[in-house]
């Protein structure tokens, strides 16, 4: 079955930092691309950040530039997002995705596979 689970959100002040980590079953990691992305109260779901399998190629939405870096385990089958610098407008539920084998980095949600259920990254002022 396929499984993505995400772990490491929470409360933190503004300018702090956060590690978010996806934990993909055996089956799920044989993937091709992934990525996270975030969903903040009333608003649609947006992309923050991708990576290709190998993790040389790495793609972020412009607003989290230089503060987010994504990287992957695949040995552990982990992908991770480290925040830093926090914002209260990073203020979302983020979810980790995937893609199938011998996909490349994509910035739009409707070509990601899989999906986790989501965590809770809250910034406070």
């Known amino acids: 079955q396929v499984q993505l689970v995400e772990s490491g959100g929470g409360l933190v002040q503004a300018g702090g930092s956060l590690t978010l980590s996806c934990a993909a079953s055996?089956?799920?990691?044989?993937?091709?691309?992934m990525g996270w992305f975030r969903q903040a109260p009333g608003k649609e779901r947006e992309f923050v950040a991708a990576i290709s399998w190998s993790g040389a190629n790495t793609v972020y939405t412009d607003s989290v530039k230089g503060r987010f870096t994504i990287s992957r385990d695949n040995a552990k089958k982990t992908v991770y997002l480290q925040l830093n610098s926090l914002k209260p407008e990073d203020t979302a539920v983020y979810y980790c995705?995937?893609?199938?084998?011998?996909?490349?980095?994509?910035?739009?949600?409707?070509?990601?596979?899989?999906w986790g259920q989501g965590t809770q990254v809250t910034v406070s002022s």
């Open positions: 055996e089956r799920t990691f044989s993937t091709g691309a």
């Open positions: 995705a995937a893609r199938r084998p011998y996909t490349t980095t994509s910035r739009a949600a409707q070509n990601y596979d899989y």
